[in-house]
């Protein structure tokens, strides 16, 4: 299925991005709204993917400092193509805007994965809504989709 991905404003776009975001992260993986809604939202560059039907099915959000995050699908719509199609759609707009590496803040159990697929650790674990994670980097013209499911 193919889907349209389009870069949003986060202040007319707010309601279908915090839809989504509230069904995958904050009631799926229990995810406190105060620590999934932050400051961040208002200054990142938003992306929404959009079904055949007009209808918007996945987020991901991208920070000023390259912090690549909040990538939520609907549950219907979780296949490997949609989380390619976005991931490749940011990746062409963080180059495009000047960015040569992205940042995420992997749960511990995935970091094998995404350092088979160039990403590197930077910095300490650390905790976010009570979950360790390790934050990765990787240039941006090396970065595979690949590893990339919803990463919070």
């Known amino acids: 299925m193919p889907y349209r991905i389009h870069q ?3 202040g007319s776009q707010d309601n279908p991005i915090r ?4 069904r995958v992260f904050v009631f799926e993986l229990n995810i406190p709204k105060n620590v999934e809604f932050d400051e961040r939202d208002t200054s990142a560059l938003h992306f929404v993917a959009y079904d055949e039907h007009g209808e918007p099915v996945a987020t991901a ?3 000023q400092d390259g912090l690549l995050g909040r990538i939520a699908v609907l549950p219907e719509h979780r296949n490997r193509g949609i989380y390619t199609e976005i991931l490749k759609f ?5 180059a495009n805007c000047g960015f040569e ?3 995420i803040n992997c749960v511990l159990d995935e970091v094998e994965r995404f350092k088979k697929n160039g990403f590197s650790p930077c910095g ?6 009570g979950i360790p994670r390790q934050r990765l980097e990787c240039p941006v013209s090396r970065c595979d989709s690949s590893p990339f499911t919803m990463v919070h």
């Open 101 to 103: 590496s992205i940042c």
């Open 61 to 63: 959000r991208l920070c």
């Open 90 to 94: 940011v990746l062409s707009n963080a």
């Open 8 to 10: 949003v404003d986060w």
């Open 19 to 22: 839809q989504i975001r509230e």
């Open 124 to 129: 300490c674990v650390f905790m976010e809504a």
